[in-house]
């Protein structure tokens, strides 16, 4: 066996007590196209973080064709040969592609951009890899699929070795996909080592060699994609610790479908390109668990559902009234709330403290002729704070300071504090400890038991079985199936949600 | 130290206020006496009262350029309804009435449309100059045998120059406003995280266009304080640079310019800040062009100081 | 490069509206009207020039006035004061502006400050400086008496096109003064940097995503240093340009004049999210609120709806500029069947 062209070998990260990553080995040889995946929270991003330099390691080495890598310096690592495909994108919009491409060293005579070395080149680069772009093109006006072949043409130009991909499909159509997937397998013939990062299951086992599975913080599993089963791969993600007991012990204060008053009816909902033909009755009382890999459109829906997103197609119905959700402020008024998923830049208001987090979605309740009474505040609020058990529990704490799982606590808080109706999670429970997890999860029972109907998104498959009253999966935009929890068994769901739809 | 550095920085502006006033006591023992005190508060309850309104539009994340010639045009409406015979309260609610439709329209155009607030208030400081001067031309208008309006500008309650008694009043209720209603704290969520306010119901637009109609509105009283103070109206009056020393005491006060959390009392404490130095160097008598380049390099540090302290 | 169409806009609308000056003007389509033009609004438009290079950048200069008194001041010193020759006093002149810009620069990359406040900051300083220095106070007999030194009034100078070309008797063309040739010269020497060295696309690719640009290992701290420069820079040409127009300098030159240059560089599409925008859309923005502005004051229309129309058309060009860039959005997104972001 040739050496690896990347060899990382016990590469960790941890901050303070928290371990991010434990010490972990990573091998990727020339050609060889290598998914990495975990659920989120798993290490995942910090492992990519720290082979971009965008994070400094606490330990271990990376060696690139024998030589070390530059950790911790972005520039210089791009430099040495690894480059990042980031899902954002990393490209000048306004300029052209060849500019794009060959940004920052465009070939020069006399202090003049040589714009016919520069064509020639870029060309040259695009000829040999089978890119077909055109050199001109205004790089805002590409297509995304267009534009991520821009940026892998300007990782090449940078003379790349090994090309990272983040979720690299998260926004394409599905034929776009494959074009993209062609363009990768013929990079992999030419000899460029590829990490590709990925949730999606079909793409994994359609584009790549071999598979790493990282779970807590680790690498549990190391395969060659061909050796290995859909239904294996999940369970290594998901990971086995909920054991039989636990489940049962779940099973018995689950109720189907709660008091049996159908509070929230979903009626035929799409929207075109994205989710088709969503339909479900969400009952007073109980939590219906929403899963499915990511990218199947599942937060799209639900912000459809709370007035945040546009839907073209279908009704809801609230207790029996048909609702045309319009804005958020309109959803609310229905007594409709929705914790979103990423807290930093949807949920919080990071600069302000708990306390103000905590009434921004109340404040009308505290004021007597548009002045507030801090006192109802206080009292709210410190009765909140109790019942969250946020730490530390001092309201005028800056939320942005807080660890992640008191901030999602916060964010749930502000939701419970308006006592909605129907209430929609987005992933409650990213980033978060297991400690956190299970106070949000008695959070969450304890509002059904009042007679909460809540909808719950995720893809952690543990707090699915663990949390569900029922569970329905989505693939692609549809719903597939919808069935009580109790009494689900778990390769059932696994090879639903991994299912080739 | 460093630990020091840390908890004494969010009183950087007062401990530097209290020193001010320490220094200047000493060097000048005229410097604390009662009249000297008034005439510091006199000459900055202007653009104090600028400076209030402009904190809710800074913590928007926003910005208002035209305050200025609002000022302007609001005196000169002030004038021409009085002249008019309509009476006082009708000219003082014409002025008024302007400056918070005008600013209603900056904050339309940046929060409905999204264009950026720098170049919309630019685009309006230019608009609203040109119809002042087309109002009222270039000249002064003398504002004679008006002794009621006058008495706003030039009059004393107890001693305390009416102008304070406004700005002073204003100011609480600026700070009121700021901290003991909702809508301090709905502003403050719109500049901190406008897609959460949105996802937490929050009219953002609203919320936008109503700091700027505020900020109209308080330049519009600064501006008939004005016209009163010098007995004329004039539609140069609040001339280029006026929006920098608003803009300026807000951001001494702490609050970012890229929005979230601020504070009308530290930006009045931002106020006070300016009218000291401006005061400390006409006592030691410093020639203008001093004045100017020690304000410009002070509001510097003093910003940069704040920029590292965020990181 | 942007679509044809798209970059065709601009120039299409320029003379249509000069087009329609020249009908409905009187005396607009006169020799000596366009003399005026060329004259009166070069200098702006070198100002334009400089402002383009921070507003690629993401940021803007407020200081651009203030520099340009500060030139026009050591201007009026040097040569009424000190007697300093004019030869010399032009390179001088040169770096005080260009050193006023890198000062800018500098607190934009070192002290972290956002370029508004930092210019806003500068503006003042710069202005008091003016004041410091001004040879008007510090020797009062001198303020009346003009500049002479020919080297420096030799700027105020016009060429008559109709000779130089032999047409004499044909047509009757207007004289071009010598500001709007070195206009034409600074631009040709900016566009050239910005659009064809490495130090141009450098900026462009900071201005598109500074990271990106970062990453690429281009020294961003540097590049943003000289943008500020080149507006101080173009701003000490202006002030050549002005003092010798003027023959003396006063403490107020180009007081808000820095409003214009941003309007005319935003009107000649740079817009202010960065990474976009050509000179020559600057110098025509220039001359866009230059005709507009000349022709209804030839119209008798009072001077101050000019200053409501400057503003009206800075409106107008943001919200273009804005609805360009949502349509284009939404247009690829149907097309391709995507989400927008």
């Given at each position: 066996m040739t050496a690896p062209l990347l060899e990382a070998t016990g590469l960790g990260k941890s901050y303070g007590t928290l371990v991010a990553l434990k010490p972990s080995d990573l091998r990727l040889n020339r050609g060889e196209v290598r998914a990495l995946i975990g659920s989120n929270g798993a290490g995942k991003s910090t492992l990519i973080k720290c082979l971009t330099g965008a994070v400094t390691p606490s330990g271990g080495s990376v060696l690139l064709e024998g030589k070390p890598l530059p950790l911790g310096q972005p520039g210089a690592i791009i430099r040495s040969g690894v480059s990042c495909i980031y899902q954002h994108s990393n490209l000048a919009p306004m300029m052209s592609v060849m500019d794009n491409i060959s940004m920052g060293r465009q070939p020069t005579r006399f202090g003049f951009v040589d714009r016919k070395t520069q064509r020639t080149q870029v060309q040259d680069l695009l000829a040999r890899y089978g890119i077909d772009l055109d050199p001109d093109a205004l790089v805002g006006t590409l297509p995304t699929v267009k534009q991520k072949e821009v940026e892998i043409a300007k990782a090449l130009a940078q003379d790349a070795k090994v090309l990272l991909m983040d979720e690299p499909t998260g926004w394409l159509a599905v034929s776009d996909v494959r074009r993209l997937h062609e363009t990768v397998r013929l990079l992999a013939a030419k000899g460029v080592g590829i990490i590709y990062i990925s949730h999606m299951l079909d793409e994994i086992f359609a584009v790549c060699d071999s598979l790493t599975i990282l779970r807590d913080g680790e690498v549990v599993t190391e395969r060659a994609v061909d050796r290995i089963s859909r239904t294996e791969v999940v369970a290594a993600m998901v990971g086995e610790r909920l054991a039989r007991e636990s489940l049962a012990a779940a099973d018995s204060g689950r109720k189907a479908t709660g008091s049996g008053e159908v509070r929230l009816s979903v009626r035929g909902l799409g929207r075109r390109g994205v989710f088709r033909d969503i339909s479900f009755d969400l009952h007073a009382g109980e939590i219906l668990c929403i899963t499915g890999l990511?990218?199947?459109k599942r937060t799209e829906m639900i912000h459809a559902l709370f007035g945040s997103a546009p839907h073209d197609a279908g009704e809801v119905l609230l207790n029996g009234k048909r609702l045309v959700p319009r804005s958020p402020a309109w959803g609310m008024a229905n007594g409709i709330g929705l914790v979103p998923e990423d807290r930093q830049h949807e949920g919080l208001m990071l600069g302000m403290p708990i306390r103000d987090n905590l009434v921004m979605t109340t404040l009308r309740r505290f004021h007597r002729f548009g002045v507030l009474r801090p006192r109802g505040i206080d009292r709210s609020v410190s009765s909140l704070i109790a019942a969250l058990n946020v730490q530390p529990p001092r309201p005028a704490q800056l939320v942005g300071r807080l660890s992640g799982g008191n901030q999602q606590k916060v964010l749930i808080g502000k939701w419970l504090a308006r006592d909605p109706s129907v209430l929609i999670l987005d992933e409650p429970t990213v980033g978060v400890d297991v400690g956190a997890k299970a106070e949000i999860y008695a959070l969450l029972r304890a509002a059904r038991d009042r007679g909460m109907a809540v909808l719950v998104v995720s893809s952690d498959l543990e707090e699915v079985t663990t949390l569900a009253d029922r569970i329905g999966v989505m693939n692609r935009g549809r719903l597939l199936s919808l069935r009580p929890a109790a009494g689900i068994t778990r390769p059932e769901l696994v090879a639903e949600i991994g299912a080739d739809a | 130290m460093t630990g020091l550095m840390t908890r004494a920085a969010p009183h950087a502006l007062t401990l530097c206020v209290i020193a001010f006033v320490m220094i200047l006591a000493v060097l000048e023992p005229a410097f604390l006496s009662g009249s000297n005190l008034i005439g510091i508060l006199r000459a900055v309850s202007l653009v104090g009262i600028m400076a209030l309104g402009m904190t809710f539009v800074i913590m928007t994340g926003g910005i208002d350029l035209s305050v200025g010639p609002v000022s302007a045009i609001a005196g000169l409406v002030a004038y021409f309804a009085l002249v008019a015979g309509h009476g006082l309260v009708a000219a003082l609610l014409a002025g008024a009435g302007l400056g918070l439709l005008i600013g209603i329209a900056n904050g339309l155009l940046v929060a409905?449309?999204?264009?950026p607030a720098i170049i919309v208030t630019l685009g309006t400081l230019s608009i609203v100059r040109g119809s002042a001067l087309l109002l009222g031309g270039p000249d002064l208008h003398g504002i004679r045998d008006q002794a009621a309006y006058s008495f706003i500008g030039s009059g004393a309650i107890y001693g305390i120059p009416v102008p304070v008694v406004i700005f002073l009043v204003l100011a609480a209720m600026a700070w009121l406003l700021q901290s003991r209603t909702p809508f301090g704290t709905l502003v403050a969520a719109v500049g901190d995280n406008e897609r959460a306010a949105w996802l937490s119901g929050l009219n953002v637009t609203a919320i936008k266009a109503a700091t700027y109609g505020l900020c109209g509105l308080l330049a519009a009283i600064a501006g008939m304080i004005q016209s009163s103070q010098v007995h004329t109206a004039s539609a140069t009056y609040g001339k280029f640079g006026t929006e920098l020393d608003v803009i300026a005491a807000v951001v001494l006060g702490g609050t970012q310019l890229s929005g979230g959390a601020g504070s009308v009392a530290r930006t009045l404490l931002g106020v006070l800040f300016l009218g000291l130095l401006n005061n400390g160097m006409n006592i030691l008598n410093l020639s203008i062009d001093i004045q100017l380049i020690a304000k410009g390099a002070i509001i510097a540090l003093a910003l940069s100081l704040a920029a590292r302290r965020t990181g | 490069m942007p679509s044809l169409s798209s970059r065709l806009t601009l120039p299409v609308f320029f003379l249509a509206v000069l087009a329609i000056f020249c009908l409905i003007a009187p005396n607009f389509a006169s020799a000596g009207n366009f003399e005026n033009l060329m004259a009166g609004y070069a200098f702006i438009g070198i100002l334009a020039i400089g402002q383009s290079f921070p507003i690629l950048l993401r940021g803007i200069d407020l200081s651009v006035g203030a520099i340009l008194a500060l030139v026009g001041m050591c201007i009026f010193d040097l040569s009424l004061m000190f007697g300093v020759p004019g030869w010399a006093i032009l390179p001088l002149a040169l770096l005080v502006g260009t050193l006023a810009g890198v000062v800018n620069g500098l607190m934009v990359t070192v002290l972290r400050l956002s370029p508004f406040i930092a210019t806003l900051a500068s503006l003042a300083a710069y202005r008091g400086l003016v004041y410091a220095i001004s040879g008007r106070q510090l020797v009062p007999e001198l303020s009346t008496k003009p500049i002479t030194d020919r080297w420096i009034t030799g700027f105020e100078t016009y060429f008559d096109l109709t000779r130089v070309l032999g047409l004499k008797g044909v047509v009757k063309l207007p004289w071009v003064p010598l500001s709007f040739l070195i206009l034409l010269g600074t631009l040709l020497v900016f566009h050239v940097l910005l659009a064809h060295t490495r130090f141009g696309r450098d900026l462009y690719a900071i201005g598109g995503n500074p990271e990106a640009a970062r990453l690429a290992g281009i020294k961003v701290g540097r590049l943003t240093v000289a943008a500020y420069a080149i507006s101080g820079l173009c701003a000490a040409i202006a002030a050549i340009l002005l003092v010798a127009r003027l023959t003396t300098s006063t403490?107020?030159?180009?007081?808000?004049i820095e409003l214009t240059a941003i309007a005319a560089a935003v009107i000649g599409g740079f817009s202010l999210t960065g990474g976009t925008g050509r000179l020559l859309g600057s110098v025509i923005g220039t001359f866009l609120l230059g005709i507009v502005l000349i022709g209804l004051t030839q119209m008798g229309i009072s001077p101050f709806v000019q200053q409501i129309l400057t503003g009206l058309i800075l409106l107008v060009a943001v919200g273009n500029d804005r609805l360009q860039t949502l349509r284009a959005d939404r247009q690829r997104a149907r097309a391709l069947g995507e989400v927008p972001a």
């Amino acid at each position: 066996m040739t050496a690896p062209l990347l060899e990382a070998t016990g590469l960790g990260k941890s901050y303070g007590t928290l371990v991010a990553l434990k010490p972990s080995d990573l091998r990727l040889n020339r050609g060889e196209v290598r998914a990495l995946i975990g659920s989120n929270g798993a290490g995942k991003s910090t492992l990519i973080k720290c082979l971009t330099g965008a994070v400094t390691p606490s330990g271990g080495s990376v060696l690139l064709e024998g030589k070390p890598l530059p950790l911790g310096q972005p520039g210089a690592i791009i430099r040495s040969g690894v480059s990042c495909i980031y899902q954002h994108s990393n490209l000048a919009p306004m300029m052209s592609v060849m500019d794009n491409i060959s940004m920052g060293r465009q070939p020069t005579r006399f202090g003049f951009v040589d714009r016919k070395t520069q064509r020639t080149q870029v060309q040259d680069l695009l000829a040999r890899y089978g890119i077909d772009l055109d050199p001109d093109a205004l790089v805002g006006t590409l297509p995304t699929v267009k534009q991520k072949e821009v940026e892998i043409a300007k990782a090449l130009a940078q003379d790349a070795k090994v090309l990272l991909m983040d979720e690299p499909t998260g926004w394409l159509a599905v034929s776009d996909v494959r074009r993209l997937h062609e363009t990768v397998r013929l990079l992999a013939a030419k000899g460029v080592g590829i990490i590709y990062i990925s949730h999606m299951l079909d793409e994994i086992f359609a584009v790549c060699d071999s598979l790493t599975i990282l779970r807590d913080g680790e690498v549990v599993t190391e395969r060659a994609v061909d050796r290995i089963s859909r239904t294996e791969v999940v369970a290594a993600m998901v990971g086995e610790r909920l054991a039989r007991e636990s489940l049962a012990a779940a099973d018995s204060g689950r109720k189907a479908t709660g008091s049996g008053e159908v509070r929230l009816s979903v009626r035929g909902l799409g929207r075109r390109g994205v989710f088709r033909d969503i339909s479900f009755d969400l009952h007073a009382g109980e939590i219906l668990c929403i899963t499915g890999l990511i990218g199947s459109k599942r937060t799209e829906m639900i912000h459809a559902l709370f007035g945040s997103a546009p839907h073209d197609a279908g009704e809801v119905l609230l207790n029996g009234k048909r609702l045309v959700p319009r804005s958020p402020a309109w959803g609310m008024a229905n007594g409709i709330g929705l914790v979103p998923e990423d807290r930093q830049h949807e949920g919080l208001m990071l600069g302000m403290p708990i306390r103000d987090n905590l009434v921004m979605t109340t404040l009308r309740r505290f004021h007597r002729f548009g002045v507030l009474r801090p006192r109802g505040i206080d009292r709210s609020v410190s009765s909140l704070i109790a019942a969250l058990n946020v730490q530390p529990p001092r309201p005028a704490q800056l939320v942005g300071r807080l660890s992640g799982g008191n901030q999602q606590k916060v964010l749930i808080g502000k939701w419970l504090a308006r006592d909605p109706s129907v209430l929609i999670l987005d992933e409650p429970t990213v980033g978060v400890d297991v400690g956190a997890k299970a106070e949000i999860y008695a959070l969450l029972r304890a509002a059904r038991d009042r007679g909460m109907a809540v909808l719950v998104v995720s893809s952690d498959l543990e707090e699915v079985t663990t949390l569900a009253d029922r569970i329905g999966v989505m693939n692609r935009g549809r719903l597939l199936s919808l069935r009580p929890a109790a009494g689900i068994t778990r390769p059932e769901l696994v090879a639903e949600i991994g299912a080739d739809a | 130290m460093t630990g020091l550095m840390t908890r004494a920085a969010p009183h950087a502006l007062t401990l530097c206020v209290i020193a001010f006033v320490m220094i200047l006591a000493v060097l000048e023992p005229a410097f604390l006496s009662g009249s000297n005190l008034i005439g510091i508060l006199r000459a900055v309850s202007l653009v104090g009262i600028m400076a209030l309104g402009m904190t809710f539009v800074i913590m928007t994340g926003g910005i208002d350029l035209s305050v200025g010639p609002v000022s302007a045009i609001a005196g000169l409406v002030a004038y021409f309804a009085l002249v008019a015979g309509h009476g006082l309260v009708a000219a003082l609610l014409a002025g008024a009435g302007l400056g918070l439709l005008i600013g209603i329209a900056n904050g339309l155009l940046v929060a409905s449309l999204g264009l950026p607030a720098i170049i919309v208030t630019l685009g309006t400081l230019s608009i609203v100059r040109g119809s002042a001067l087309l109002l009222g031309g270039p000249d002064l208008h003398g504002i004679r045998d008006q002794a009621a309006y006058s008495f706003i500008g030039s009059g004393a309650i107890y001693g305390i120059p009416v102008p304070v008694v406004i700005f002073l009043v204003l100011a609480a209720m600026a700070w009121l406003l700021q901290s003991r209603t909702p809508f301090g704290t709905l502003v403050a969520a719109v500049g901190d995280n406008e897609r959460a306010a949105w996802l937490s119901g929050l009219n953002v637009t609203a919320i936008k266009a109503a700091t700027y109609g505020l900020c109209g509105l308080l330049a519009a009283i600064a501006g008939m304080i004005q016209s009163s103070q010098v007995h004329t109206a004039s539609a140069t009056y609040g001339k280029f640079g006026t929006e920098l020393d608003v803009i300026a005491a807000v951001v001494l006060g702490g609050t970012q310019l890229s929005g979230g959390a601020g504070s009308v009392a530290r930006t009045l404490l931002g106020v006070l800040f300016l009218g000291l130095l401006n005061n400390g160097m006409n006592i030691l008598n410093l020639s203008i062009d001093i004045q100017l380049i020690a304000k410009g390099a002070i509001i510097a540090l003093a910003l940069s100081l704040a920029a590292r302290r965020t990181g | 490069m942007p679509s044809l169409s798209s970059r065709l806009t601009l120039p299409v609308f320029f003379l249509a509206v000069l087009a329609i000056f020249c009908l409905i003007a009187p005396n607009f389509a006169s020799a000596g009207n366009f003399e005026n033009l060329m004259a009166g609004y070069a200098f702006i438009g070198i100002l334009a020039i400089g402002q383009s290079f921070p507003i690629l950048l993401r940021g803007i200069d407020l200081s651009v006035g203030a520099i340009l008194a500060l030139v026009g001041m050591c201007i009026f010193d040097l040569s009424l004061m000190f007697g300093v020759p004019g030869w010399a006093i032009l390179p001088l002149a040169l770096l005080v502006g260009t050193l006023a810009g890198v000062v800018n620069g500098l607190m934009v990359t070192v002290l972290r400050l956002s370029p508004f406040i930092a210019t806003l900051a500068s503006l003042a300083a710069y202005r008091g400086l003016v004041y410091a220095i001004s040879g008007r106070q510090l020797v009062p007999e001198l303020s009346t008496k003009p500049i002479t030194d020919r080297w420096i009034t030799g700027f105020e100078t016009y060429f008559d096109l109709t000779r130089v070309l032999g047409l004499k008797g044909v047509v009757k063309l207007p004289w071009v003064p010598l500001s709007f040739l070195i206009l034409l010269g600074t631009l040709l020497v900016f566009h050239v940097l910005l659009a064809h060295t490495r130090f141009g696309r450098d900026l462009y690719a900071i201005g598109g995503n500074p990271e990106a640009a970062r990453l690429a290992g281009i020294k961003v701290g540097r590049l943003t240093v000289a943008a500020y420069a080149i507006s101080g820079l173009c701003a000490a040409i202006a002030a050549i340009l002005l003092v010798a127009r003027l023959t003396t300098s006063t403490e107020g030159l180009g007081e808000g004049i820095e409003l214009t240059a941003i309007a005319a560089a935003v009107i000649g599409g740079f817009s202010l999210t960065g990474g976009t925008g050509r000179l020559l859309g600057s110098v025509i923005g220039t001359f866009l609120l230059g005709i507009v502005l000349i022709g209804l004051t030839q119209m008798g229309i009072s001077p101050f709806v000019q200053q409501i129309l400057t503003g009206l058309i800075l409106l107008v060009a943001v919200g273009n500029d804005r609805l360009q860039t949502l349509r284009a959005d939404r247009q690829r997104a149907r097309a391709l069947g995507e989400v927008p972001a």
